[in-house]
């Protein structure tokens, strides 16, 4: 089993700053990418940042230069640096991440697992 908790949302004024975090736990043989995704209020979920195990890193276009992703290996967790946020941004935030596990028969398998997600709001 594998779970994910996420923290850090919450209400930013226009061109303020937030740091989202995503910490995996349970059991698992190996951490694989690790992203972010956000979903609007009547729009699909989009994938905002994506980073490898080994460190490369993309973005939508929409977030370049303004938002930063990072992951620390040792805690196994997945940050989002989130500046200049405009309202645009406001979403739900939600974390995904690749993980190898054995099964219940022992066999080793990749899935992929979701955060509960946390409330971003831009707003003045």
């Known amino acids: 089993q594998v779970q994910l908790v996420e923290s850090g949302g919450g209400l930013v004024q226009p061109g303020g700053s937030l740091t989202l975090s995503c910490a995996a736990s349970g059991n698992f043989y190996r951490i694989n990418a690790m992203g972010w995704y956000r979903q609007a209020p009547g729009k699909q979920r989009e994938v905002v940042a994506g980073?490898?195990?080994?460190?490369?890193?993309n973005f939508a276009d929409s977030v370049k230069g303004r938002f930063t992703i990072s992951r620390d290996n040792a805690k196994n967790t997945v940050y989002l640096q989130m500046n200049s946020l405009k309202p645009e941004d406001t979403a739900v935030y939600y974390c995904n991440v690749g993980v190898t596990y054995y099964n219940s028969y022992g066999r080793i398998v990749s899935a992929d697992r979701w955060g509960q997600g946390t409330q971003v709001t831009v707003s003045s």
């Open positions: 980073i490898t195990s080994g460190g490369s890193t």
